[in-house]
């Protein structure tokens, strides 16, 4: 049974969502607080804000979060300035504002911030309210990364890896990969994992790609999740172990990853590592056809077509042919041609 893999690039278009931060616990007195914040204390300020943001001690209220936010960034408080540009972009106590968001990320990563160059270099490499600019985004994340913040780090190690923005090179990926891996970041484990597997950057070497996989996998990163279980499957550099590879593809598709579901059902459909259940393989190869995958609705349309599982019918089976056809699976489009030409 051939198993589906997916690429480097899966891990890496996974996206992370944006955060408000502050750089000082809200453990203060609400009241001392907001005196403190009516004075002008900046720093007072800036944690009042947060509050109404997140919505701790106080009722989440994004209008007043901003104006707090306001009167701190006015004061240069880099972090103030930073979480306006993140309130600007995801529009919330304000009409959504690209540029306005690029303005506020400016003015954080002109502080040095390195969330704020990093902010930065994202809207630079998605050309949200400026020109798209790799290169420029680059030069931010460099910053960023030179001050040792993991997720700009990860964003390097990408940029290395296919060459935008900066000259490609599989070493220097792999380095700046490291680096952010080394401090938990899941992302750039598993894609640390992917150059070990690879030998992208680096010397081929499976057992140290299971170790980061593993990693990111303990960390509930799907992508991870499934290729552990691979190499679980194939027994590289682990013991060949089919109902432990079922235990990860498992925990990566119930994360409704698509892949995952895939593998899983296959397992279920040869009865490797768990019972054979024909009816459960139609479950999962069904979660995975309707997120597009073209195996799986292949797959799907077999069942359909043998009536195994399920209840056998020929039009189904011609539709997820079809289907799988279309999204470029060749032997959907081989099969579809022959449920035509044959009659019933």
């Known amino acids: ?38 004075l002008g204390n900046a720093v007072a ?26 009167k701190a960034a006015g004061q240069q408080r880099a972090w103030a300035q930073l979480s306006l540009g993140v309130m600007h972009e995801k529009g919330q106590g304000v009409k959504q504002n690209f540029a306005e968001a690029l303005q506020w990320y400016r003015k954080s990563a002109d502080q040095g911030l390195p969330k704020g160059e990093y902010y930065l270099g994202v809207v630079y490499e998605k050309g949200q309210g400026v020109k798209q600019d790799h ?3 680059a030069r931010w994340f460099t910053k960023a990364a030179d001050q040792g913040l993991a997720e700009a780090q990860n964003k390097l190690g990408l940029m290395y890896y296919t060459g935008k923005g900066v000259n490609q090179d599989q070493a220097e990926a792999a380095r700046w990969f490291t680096k952010a891996a080394e401090q938990g970041l899941a992302l750039a484990q598993n894609s640390l994992g992917v150059l070990y597997y690879t030998g992208q950057g680096v010397n081929q070497d499976y057992a140290e790609a299971a170790t980061w996989f593993r990693k990111a996998a303990g960390q509930g990163l799907s992508v991870a999740e499934n290729k552990l279980g691979l190499m679980y499957y194939t027994g590289q550099s682990v013991k060949q172990d089919y109902a432990e590879a079922a235990t990860w593809f498992r925990k990566a598709a119930v994360r409704g990853f698509a892949e995952a579901q895939l593998n899983l059902g296959m397992q279920y459909y040869t009865g490797q590592g768990v019972s054979q259940d024909y009816a459960e393989a139609a479950s999962w190869y069904r979660k995975a056809a309707g997120q597009g995958l073209a195996e799986a609705q292949y797959n799907l349309g077999v069942l359909y077509f043998n ?12 539709e997820w042919y079809q289907k799988a056809c279309n999204n470029g699976y060749q032997k959907a ?9 044959q009659p019933n």
């Open 307 to 318: 009536g195994s599982g399920i209840t056998k019918d020929r039009q189904k089976a011609k």
């Open 45 to 70: 300020q800036n944690k009042l804000a947060r509050m109404y943001y997140t919505g701790q001690g106080v009722k989440q209220d994004y209008a007043e979060a901003m104006r707090w936010y306001l």
């Open 333 to 341: 489009c081989d099969d579809y041609r022959r449920v035509i030409e």
């Open 1 to 38: 049974m051939k198993l589906y893999i997916t690429g480097l690039l899966a891990a890496f278009l996974l996206i992370q969502p944006a955060r408000v931060c502050c750089e000082i616990p809200l453990q203060d007195n609400l009241s001392q607080l907001q005196k403190e914040a009516q």
């Open 135 to 137: 290169e420029e985004a």
